[in-house]
């Protein structure tokens, strides 16, 4: 058939043949449908923001674990004679060894007022927020999403009960409890740590045990209440009810219908959490509530840094806009997720 | 210069979305008369409320007018300033919604809610407009209309609530009213009063009123004409006995045999139409209801049908009705 | 109402017991006390000390002690401070944390609501964009960064404002500022996010039906639904200028609550640290409550139980 000028349109008889399903097939085009998964992904990877976030995420985390391996200096080594170095700037002992032809690293974010290498320690810092910032969330999952789908699933005065303790440690100053939390077991937590059968608490350090034990013990409320009201609600969908009616089991309805429909909420959420615990880690620490010395945090670094503001301001701006850096990667990129995964859920 | 109130010529609106252009008016053309019930029929997505909308200038975000000329009430609305439409809003012309539930303000008193609209367009003083919104309140059959004044709409029935509407709706008298799916909210019973009230004010008011329904139940009582539309497109339009006794477009046939007909005497099996609506971000080029219509002709893939007029006052778009028109062509030729 | 403002302050002198028992049993679990670190007394007249303020008691008996004096309005004597009352100290302190904080809230709220509506008015716009930015930042930036950069850059660096002491309106500038910034951020966010929700609801169709301009829809229509979210969270706020100061005060060197809470807990001030934490976490409760009934009176639909 030749291609027809819509303005001298001749109608033939063969136009008012009865068309075939396949020839009506052929307008309707459906767009294939996409899964859960591949949905939120295809959403996210196309999110600029949350990508470009994910990858300076990517970035410091590397800073933080791998390259202190390589580093040639160590985060609690004192170099004699290099102290409160400006950045890239070298000692007179360092000068003369280059001058005799050695290779000397240079100190890029300078030295400490203990000839510290600065550039180490902030990484190291940034390595112990990070820490934080991911057990203290996965901690915070744990108790929260198990509380919450508890308290959420059986209801009743189960449900009550939960929630009435949960309304009460929200209602809780929650800064005085955690200064007055960590304070207080800082002592014991170091006995402990010297006793047969817990030096692996010294490892990690009575600190940052309190910290986990401060989140462990306060921070969940948030996580569970969201857990709860997301578990309430797919408990009434339609879905879940025609799922019992065709005799699922309990085991299965959770399995199939509430955690596959919880487990955007539970990424995002916990996603979240990781910024707000290493807000708080770095509070903390900026107290001097935190990790204990040597051992750097990015709190303890900017709390340090401020003593010499007026001379030395990089010792402060260095932790304390990496810091910044990290909160609002993780902050972004957690936002990105809740976009993808759940485009209604706002807040 | 025009004997129409409402008079659509042409409309094209689309909605700029990230995905692309939407069209969702795609050349309709409409008219109501003075005192006239028209009623706008067709599936959600077919562009029923958008037509209501854009009369008032309220079409939504990213939604814009691309072509066509819109009159109302001797107003041209494509070159209208957004100042005019203001004053032309809630006073010549008003709309009630469909869910009544949501379409007043929670925080406010339904007197307060009323006397806003009477405030904003009459000269009436505070204590005058309160007067009114007592009479209106009287009028769309509320009882104890003081009590209801100083009460919240979380406190009202949803039939109570869709009566407040039709009260602010008529505060000022207005000659031409919008009613969108004034009733699909409601429960059956609650239906019949508010079609009922609607239609009394009518009588005792003399306004238009176009009504956008997706149920042939409601139009067919109340309505003078019924434009039926099908994806953006006006498909047919005629009386309401035209309409139901006539049916010439095979979607508004499909649509009457999926009501069921209590006069029918046997069991007659309803008939559902097929198949999903047309995506409108790449609408087909032929017939938009091609895809789903039992008699689709090759034709019907590729190109609109016009227009044919059947009676002065009915026209329907339907290469069937060409169809019929070249057969008979061809035996004349012959 | 009478039976809600009943409930709520059970539950109150509930959560505030139960906040004092875990602080008293939490403060002894530290080794030492308040006397140890004092080295110029002698054991023996460390003992007399001991035996004055009744901490030679075994735990559980001054806890009573304490409770029941509490339940009585006797907060004691401070232990370290000596000769002042714990309720001298609070009153002497709080007022310099209750200005700080209260005038950050105002600034916050004061600058945050309209922020965040003029961001959902322009949704998508450049404005939007800059305000997002701005509010994003806020919420990733941590109090001490704020406070410290702020003090480099405007105190140290280019030293147009005082670093430390409240002693002038100017010196309020900084921590103010610092202590804001945060819920300023918050609030942008949250009422932003709640305007959009307001502006796409079927009311606002409504009022914009009646012929309003869009300045009255969004005024009287739209505000007062949006604004619900915020007074929400001015209960939370108020806890974080309150107990958030501790930063702030630390930083800018101010004598409040806070400074005096820190300095109690290392120095073992039992008596001060117990008051300190019943004080604050009444007057949140308090504030709490009040925001609840602040709620009610905007959105009648909200019933009190």
Known sequence: MSEKNPISFQLTVDDFLPASDAEKQNLVQMRPSVGFWKDAMRRLLKNKVAMVSLVVILVIMVFSFLIPGIYPYKYEQQIQGSEFLQPMVYSPQEQARIDAGEKVFPHILGTDNMGRDYAIRVMMGSRISLLVGLIASAIILVIGSVFGSVAGFFGGWLDLIMMRIVDIIYTVPDILLIVLISFSIKKPLENLAETQGFQWLQILGPNLISIFLVFALLYWVGMARIVRSQVLTLKQNEYVTAARALGASNGRIIRKHLLTNCIGTLIVTTTLQIPSAIFTESFLSFLGLGVAVPLPSLGSLASDGLNGLNTYPYLLLAPALLICLIILSFNLFGDGLRDAFDPKMKS | ?334 | MIKYIGKRVILAAFTIFLVATITFFLMNLVPGGPFISEKSISAQAQAALKAKYGLDQPLIVQYKNYMVNAVQGDFGLSLKQRGRTVAEIISSKFPVSAKLGGLSVLLALLIGIPLGSIAAMNRGKWIDQVIIVIATCGIAFPSFVICTVGLYLFGVYLGWLPTMGLTTPIHYILPVFALSFYPMAYITRLMRSSMLDVIGQDYMRTARAKGLSQFVSLFKHALRNAILPVVTYVGPMLAYTLTGSLIVEKIFVIPGLGGQFVSSIINRDYTVIMGTTIFLATLIIVMNTLVDIAYKLIDPRIQLN
């Not at chain 2, 406010?108 to 007067?131: F, M, S």
């Not at chain 2, 005792?204 to 497109?233: E, F, N, P, Q, W």
């Not at chain 2, 971000?281 to 044919?308: E, H, V, W």
Request: charged letters at 25%; aromatic letters at 6%; hydrophobic letters at 40%.
């Open chain 2, 1 to 334: 210069m025009n004997e129409y109130l409402v008079d659509v010529r042409n409309e094209r609106l689309s909605f700029f979305t990230p995905a692309g252009e939407v069209k969702a008016l795609n050349d309709v053309s409409l008219f109501v008369r003075q005192g006239e019930v028209l009623g706008i029929v067709g599936e959600s997505g077919s562009g029923k409320s958008v037509t209501a909308y854009s009369l008032m200038g309220l079409t939504a975000h990213p939604g814009r007018l691309v072509g066509g000329d819109l009159y109302f009430n001797g107003h041209h609305i494509n070159e209208m300033k957004e100042r005019d439409m203001r004053k032309m809003r809630g006073n010549e012309v008003s709309i009630i919604f469909q869910d009544p539930m949501t379409s007043l303000n929670p925080v406010y008193t339904i007197g307060n809610q009323i006397v806003e609209v009477i405030l904003l367009h009459t000269d009436k003083n505070r204590q005058q407009a309160h007067e009114r919104a007592r009479e209106l309140l009287q009028l769309v059959g509320i009882n104890e209309p003081d009590k209801r004044l100083k009460q919240y709409p979380h406190e009202l029935s949803g039939g109570m609530r869709q009566r407040v509407m039709i009260a602010i709706a008529l505060a000022c008298e207005p000659k031409l009213l919008l009613a969108d799916e004034p009733t699909t909210a409601l429960d059956v019973t609650i239906q019949a009063q508010i079609l009922e009230l609607m239609m009394d004010l009518k009588k005792k008011l003399g306004m238009s009123i176009i009504i956008i329904t997706h149920d042939l139940g409601v139009v067919a009582g109340m309505c003078d004409r019924i434009a039926v539309m099908y994806a953006g497109k006006v498909v047919e339009c005629g009386t309401t006995d035209e309409i139901f006794y006539h049916p010439s477009h095979e979607y508004t046939k499909g649509l009457l045999q999926s009501i069921p007909n209590l006069n029918e005497r046997e069991h007659k099996r309803l008939v559902p139409i097929e198949g999903m609506p047309v995506d409108m971000l790449n609408p087909p080029k032929g017939c938009p209801f091609a895809p789903r219509c039992g008699s689709c002709m090759k034709i019907c893939l590729k190109q609109m049908p016009d227009y044919t007029q059947l009676s002065d006052t009915h026209y329907s778009a339907c290469w069937l009705l060409d169809k019929a028109k070249f057969e008979s062509q061809g035996d004349v030729q012959a």
